[in-house]
């Protein structure tokens, strides 16, 4: 049974950074590509960042291009997000989702097969 289990969200100040993390089990991490998105209140599911299943592509939204920094550790079967420069327009809900292939880009929710719960990023002063 795929798990795909969030961790690293919080309260932070405009500016600040934080790591988010998602530990995944019941299946082989390093086969598959992963994403990050997110859901901010009141609004539909948003794409962030897109990592291919070695690592070797990485994609982002406009959004957050520049700011924000994907990456996995295929041993530790745990994806990452490094958030930095945040706005309080990142609040949000961050989810971690797994694709149905080894790459797959554009983000398309079709092509991806399970989502976590999501942990809460709040930016406020």
């Known amino acids: 049974q795929v798990q795909l289990v969030e961790s690293g969200g919080g309260l932070v100040q405009p500016g600040g950074s934080l790591r988010l993390s998602c530990a995944a089990s019941?299946?082989?991490?390093?086969?598959?590509?992963m994403s990050w998105v997110r859901q901010a209140p009141g609004k539909g599911l948003e794409w962030v960042s897109y990592?291919?299943?070695?690592?070797?592509?990485?994609y982002y939204a406009d959004s957050v291009k520049g700011r924000f920094t994907i990456s996995r550790n295929n041993a530790k079967n745990t994806l990452y997000l490094q958030l930095s420069g945040l706005k309080p327009e990142d609040t949000a809900i961050y989810s971690c989702?797994?694709?149905?292939?080894?790459?797959?880009?554009?983000?398309?929710?079709?092509?991806?097969?399970?989502w976590g719960q999501g942990t809460q990023v709040t930016v406020s002063s």
């Open positions: 019941g299946f082989t991490f390093r086969d598959y590509a």
């Open positions: 990592i291919s299943h070695l690592g070797a592509s990485t």
């Open positions: 989702a797994k694709a149905r292939y080894s790459t797959t880009y554009p983000y398309d929710p079709v092509k991806y097969s399970d």
